[in-house]
């Protein structure tokens, strides 16, 4: 059998294969009610996200002096009004776009950036202890203390905060794809395609990189919730979206001063934060599980 036949010749019987696991994995997601109600929340949201401009009853700037800090139910405000009169549900629907684009841009920027590294790192040796050393030296400093300071070494806006998070979640992705990668180079189907002449490129092309799918996208699933939490962090602070654009995490830093009086107004987008992060927590968990080849087929 020649190089070429037996460098192909996996890949004609691959699809079935990838067909059968995937529809397993779905099988396994569809039978688990929490991945069920996860995804639904997040279909909810990204929905509302892109929907964004047209569901919002008003425009998110829009003040209304007479009618500040309405609460809840107030006719015309169904989840009241902020300090200056805005509506807070067209606050947070906008807000909730906000988050998800800035988590989506920081999640992309990472794993852009830190898989083919984490690749690299996982079949050189050579490389691998730089890059270790590298990664090792981020992971030494807190996930919000890097992403606080990129962010204000750039400056306050929607696309700074995404690099900062996403520059930030970088050593967690090299860890976890170098990690993978050192796995499969060791299996003897990788050992194989060496031995029949297949080079280096070849190999992480081919072989690694699309055993090492399951990893990455259960690393996005737990990454996007940590860039949400972010993205809130950093508006809260003044490094992230700047008003009058709606964030949720200014939407917390307004309403910290009127927390007594107007409850709702700290509490709504809060809520909002924690039902996104963990909706994305317990979705990254089950489709985790999901893709364990391990698991048991129910």
Known sequence: MSVDTALTQPAVTRAPAEASQRSRVLRRLRRNPLAVASFTVL?????????????????????????????????????GTDD???????????????????????????LAIGVPLGLVAGY??????????????????????????????????????????????????IRVVRSD????????????AVVDGASDLWVLRKHILPNATSVVLVQAT????AAILGE????FLGLGIQPPAPSLGTMLSTAQQFAARAPWAAVLPG??????ALSFNVFGDSLRDALDPKASRR
């Open 271 to 276: 809520l909002a934060i924690m039902v996104l």
């Open 181 to 192: 990668a050192l796995r499969l180079k060791s299996l003897d189907f990788v050992a194989a």
């Open 84 to 110: 200056l009169g805005r509506d807070v549900l067209s606050r947070i629907i906008l807000g909730v776009r906000a988050s998800l684009q800035v988590a989506v841009l920081a999640v992309a920027t990472a």
């Open 124 to 173: 050189f040796r050579a490389a691998d202890s730089v890059i270790s050393r590298l990664t090792d030296l981020m992971l030494a400093f807190p996930f919000l203390i890097l992403a606080v300071g990129f962010a204000a070494i750039r400056g306050a806006s929607l696309g700074n905060a995404a690099v900062a998070i996403g520059i930030a979640q970088i050593p967690g992705v």
């Open 222 to 225: 737990v990454a996007i919730p």
């Open 43 to 79: 279909a909810v949201a990204v929905v509302v996200a892109l929907l964004a401009p047209w569901l919002a009853p008003y425009a998110p700037e829009r003040t209304d002096f007479s009618n500040t800090l309405a609460p809840p139910g107030t006719p015309g405000h169904l989840l």
């Open 232 to 235: 809130a962090v950093l508006s």
